[in-house]
């Protein structure tokens, strides 16, 4: 398995622009996890599905971030419209069920700048 | 709740040093621990699991119930060490991980 994959990689975009970063979580995994990492407030938990269901999207800071799981080979995280606070990096990962001891696999990260 | 605190944001230690990253967790079933590491601009690794009892990369880690704490530890630190090191529980159920607020290692020559 490739591992989790995320695409793409670093993105640019201007102010008011719509903004969709994607995940390809590990085959047979239950549950995805989108985390945004930032100096000021590290590692932060957006929102994770279980069964491509979303469960908990506390996390996430308004109502311009939406997430999607359409399958299990699949999610994105859109942010419409974008502000320049939004630049960070966002990691996608994703597990197996909780009880087996075995942690969550990250991808490589989108470094989102908004200018 | 589950939550995770990582009190030091930065330790500094010379190579060779014994070097201990405090983790303390607060959840009100048994949790599954673990430590993360991320080199600069990398993603996060899995370090290390309550679980396995293991040790990797000279790191090892116990769980201490009593204290709710899964301190990380290493006698002798390296270089290739200096990284960010986070702190993660899970719960029995619902699988949602936290994350402490890491702690950035740095190792001198």
């Known amino acids: 398995d490739a591992g989790v994959i995320q695409s793409p990689r670093h993105e640019v975009t201007e102010m008011g622009q719509e903004v969709t970063l994607r995940c390809k979580p590990i085959?047979?995994?239950?549950?995805l996890f989108w985390y945004r990492q930032t100096m000021m407030r590290g590692l932060e938990l957006l929102i994770y599905?279980?069964?491509?269901?979303?469960?908990?999207d506390s996390g996430m800071p308004e109502d311009r971030f939406s997430a999607k799981m359409p399958n299990a080979s699949f999610s994105t995280l859109k942010i419409q419209p974008s502000e320049p606070r939004d630049s960070a990096v966002y990691f996608c990962?994703?597990?197996?069920?909780?009880?087996?001891?075995?942690?969550?696999?990250f991808g490589q990260g989108t470094r989102l700048t908004v200018v | 709740a589950q939550r995770v605190t990582q009190p030091e944001k930065l330790l500094s230690v010379f190579k060779g040093a014994p070097v201990e990253l405090k983790c303390n967790y607060s959840?009100?079933?048994?949790?599954?621990l673990f430590w993360y590491v991320q080199y600069s601009r990398q993603r996060l690794q899995l370090l290390l699991r309550?679980?396995s009892r293991e040790s990797i990369k000279g790191f090892t880690a116990d769980l201490n119930k009593g204290e709710t704490s899964f301190h990380l530890k290493k006698p002798f630190a390296q270089e290739e060490d200096s990284a960010m090191y986070y702190c993660?529980?899970?719960?029995?159920?619902?699988?949602?991980?936290?994350f402490g607020g890491g702690t950035r290692v740095l190792v001198k020559p």
């Open positions: 085959s047979g995994h239950n549950s």
């Open positions: 309550h679980i």
């Open positions: 959840y009100s079933g048994s949790p599954e």
């Open positions: 993660a529980l899970s719960g029995r159920a619902g699988n949602k991980l936290t």
């Open positions: 599905f279980n069964n491509n269901v979303p469960i908990d």
């Open positions: 990962a994703s597990r197996q069920r909780t009880g087996t001891g075995i942690g969550a696999f």
